[in-house]
């Protein structure tokens, strides 16, 4: 029997807007974040697609995105596994200062590095799926950069794009096994 995963990345904010990196720093979402993730919501409507749970990061701009998409009915638990990469001393600084814009390999020391964000990302999924029954299925909201990093290691998809804001991702999981469903962004033509 299978679980069905929704990976859902929170809605813009006002630091997506300025271009700021935002990891561990917390945001709101802006106007247009919130037109977008109730856009995610109409899809889930639209599609019948019901949750029997929902997980969420504990960072604010992640659970405003799942309260508007359950129309603040459901009640969720909040995971620090979740939570964005932290970029260190780059936090709120912009992001054209990231070192990756500069091909430059050499990552800060006070950034957390890539395979312990995919190493917390697995721990929770396995938490959320202990908690998830057979034929279930769960919304899971969190961040692009982590969220992106678990997808491209589970699925061995290094090309994948990544997520856009309140894009979502589509799982299944069989035992072990992962299975990459699909891509949607409802708020594509959002100007």
Not at 31 to 36: L, T
Not at 52 to 63: H, I, M, P, Y
Not at 117 to 136: F, H, P, T
Not at 176 to 185: K, P
Request: with cysteine; proline share 4%; aromatic share 10%.
């Amino acid at each position: 029997m299978t679980k069905t995963l929704y990976l859902v990345r929170h809605g813009q904010t006002y630091f997506n807007y300025y271009h700021k990196v935002q990891g561990r720093c917390d945001s709101p979402l802006n106007e247009k974040g919130i037109r977008q993730v109730a856009m995610a919501r109409d899809y889930f409507q639209k599609h019948h697609i019901h949750f029997d749970k929902a997980f969420s990061s504990t960072q604010e701009r992640a659970c405003d995105t799942l309260e508007i998409i359950t129309d603040h009915k459901m009640p969720y638990k909040r995971l620090k596994d979740l939570r964005e990469k932290c970029y260190g001393i780059f936090e709120g600084r912009d992001e054209f200062l990231l070192p990756w814009n500069y091909n430059n390999k050499n990552i800060d020391p006070t950034m957390e590095k890539d395979e312990e964000v995919v190493g917390r990302m697995r721990r929770a999924i396995v938490q959320i799926l202990k908690g998830v029954n057979d034929g279930e299925t769960a919304l899971v909201v969190g961040h692009g950069d982590i969220l992106s990093k678990y997808v491209r290691d589970v699925t061995k998809s290094p090309n994948f794009p990544g997520f856009d804001n309140a894009s979502i991702v589509k799982l299944t999981v069989d035992g072990n096994q992962v299975h990459y469903d699909g891509y949607v962004w409802p708020a594509e033509g959002l100007g």
